[in-house]
């Protein structure tokens, strides 16, 4: 019995040496906005991270029960919020949002509430500005996911929704960033019939199809009234199987990580060098408990696998040998108890030039992390150039932060004028035709703290801007 016992102790001792060698990544800053109320089913104040650059600042992204909060993390130790975007949905109800970047224009979705919309927001004149082009549901007015293929200028739309039906996938042309026009709908992807497709992954044409329950398929859209099924796997065709939820490919596609969301299930690397032998070739898991852990959405560089991993934050892991992958790097958002629920990190974003990393963590909000690397695929860098600037004539206010009343310049291009608080009521609105240059609106009633501004322009654009009540 003595020597039994020894070997257990001696084995828990090694399983705890090997995981302490895993170093704690380093945290930069932490942005959080404590007004932002949870989720009604979750209690889930915030959802997905996103990144992108413009005009040499880096910016994060978190989705939140309002809207979407772009946080400028240039100093990653002084992240702060640079504009907010109401949703079309803004209330408890709301749960996920997904955020893509194509030619300096962001696109948000949501996936609860019949008024949500479809998102279009220009950042090319960031940090002055950034102008809301396209705020519609006559396209659709939930998806769960998006993607874009930004070789072929195409949205596809995951488990959308419009005042038709619902569909499994969709898909839009974006050549025009602002005007998105349909293409078509499909469920039908070779041997799988999809009641939805959660999430996807797509590069020139070839679709990663993450579809629930029902499996996973790997589609030809080069022709689009007619997609080649290229690969399929069905549910337990695979260990591990579960609901497959979403994936992301190495830039030399040799590499493909595929997340099933459920608890207890790691991560599935595939080895793609041979399409004719495609084949899982390991697995990935957390620093903590396999038996609880539950990843959800994977990002890959060259070199690293970037896991947002609910109640285990962000995972890092090394994966140049996929046989032999290696967890390298954690950090961990999140103190809650794992009751086998949704909470903690939803999201990353590993893809800024300074090699920073954005973490979502639903309940505490975005982290700034130091990661491993400076990526070889950087994305969503926005860069205009000093002529364009300088040709924009914008609506400017001053002084902000403003006591007793603040000053609107430019604003003969002002169509309506209306100011929130942050937890969206309305204080001011102003539909007049303005003939002056300048208005000076009096503030003196207004509540003290942040406040939102939003401005339509005569070209039907927005501008939206903070405002600092001291």
């Known amino acids: 019995m003595y020597n039994k016992i020894t070997f257990v102790v001696f084995v828990f001792l090694i399983f705890l040496n ?113 102008y809301l082009v396209y705020d519609s549901k006559s396209l659709l007015y939930r998806a769960h996911n998006i993607y874009i293929d930004e070789n072929k200028a195409r949205l596809y739309t995951c488990a959308e929704k419009n005042d038709i ?39 020139n044409d070839t679709a990663y199809l993450n579809c629930g329950y029902d499996g996973f398929a790997i589609m030809d859209f080069s022709d689009i009234t007619n997609p080649r099924p290229l690969f399929t796997l069905r549910p337990n065709e695979y260990q591990f199987s579960g609901y497959n939820h979403s994936g992301w490919l190495t830039p030399d596609g040799s590499t493909y990580v595929m997340a099933d969301e459920n608890h207890g299930s790691p991560l599935k690397v595939f080895d793609f060098t041979d399409w004719d032998r495609i084949k899982i070739v390991s697995h990935l898991w957390a620093n903590k408990d396999t038996a609880k852990c ?67 963590d639903m309940q505490n909000g975005m982290f700034i992390i130091e990661g491993p690397e400076k990526v070889c695929n950087p994305a969503n860098q926005c860069q205009i150039t000093a002529t364009k600037k300088e040709k924009t004539i914008l609506p400017l206010v001053f002084p902000n932060p403003f006591k007793e009343e603040f000053q609107i310049v430019n604003t003969e291009r002002v169509n309506h004028i209306s100011i929130y608080t942050l937890d969206g009521k309305l204080i001011y609105s102003n539909n007049a035709l303005f003939q002056n ?8 009633s207004f509540p003290k703290g942040l406040l939102i501004l939003n401005l339509e322009l005569s070209n039907n654009s927005f501008v939206q801007q903070k405002l600092i009540h001291n």
């Open 437 to 444: 240059k300048n208005l000076i609106i009096n503030c003196s």
């Open 18 to 130: 090997l995981n302490a060698q895993v170093p704690q990544l380093k945290l930069l800053g932490h942005w959080r906005d404590s007004t932002i109320v949870g989720s009604a089913q979750y209690n889930n104040a915030f959802n997905e991270a996103y990144g992108f650059t413009a005009n040499g600042h880096e910016y994060g992204i978190i989705g939140s029960t309002f809207g979407w909060h772009i946080i400028d993390v240039t100093d990653p130790t002084a992240p702060f919020e640079r504009m907010r975007i109401k949703g079309g949905t803004s209330d408890p109800s709301v749960i996920h949002r997904d955020f893509r970047y194509y030619k300096c224009h962001l696109y948000a979705v949501c996936d609860e509430g019949s008024s949500s919309t479809l998102q279009i927001l220009d950042v090319a004149n960031l940090p002055d500005t950034a």
């Open 294 to 360: 539950i990843p959800h959405n994977p990002l890959l560089s060259c070199r690293y696998a970037y896991v947002s991993y609910y109640y285990d934050g962000l995972q890092v892991f090394n994966i140049e040998d996929r046989d032999n992958p290696k967890l390298v790097g954690y950090y961990p958002t999140s103190s809650e108890i794992n009751y086998l629920n949704y909470k903690g990190a939803w999201g990353t974003y590993p893809f800024l030039p300074s090699g920073n990393i954005i973490v979502a």
């Open 165 to 203: 039906g619902f569909f499994a996938l969709g898909l839009y042309d974006i050549s025009d960033p602002a005007e998105p026009i349909f293409i078509g709908h499909y469920s039908k992807f070779g041997n799988i019939n999809a009641n939805h497709v959660h999430d996807c992954f797509v590069r």
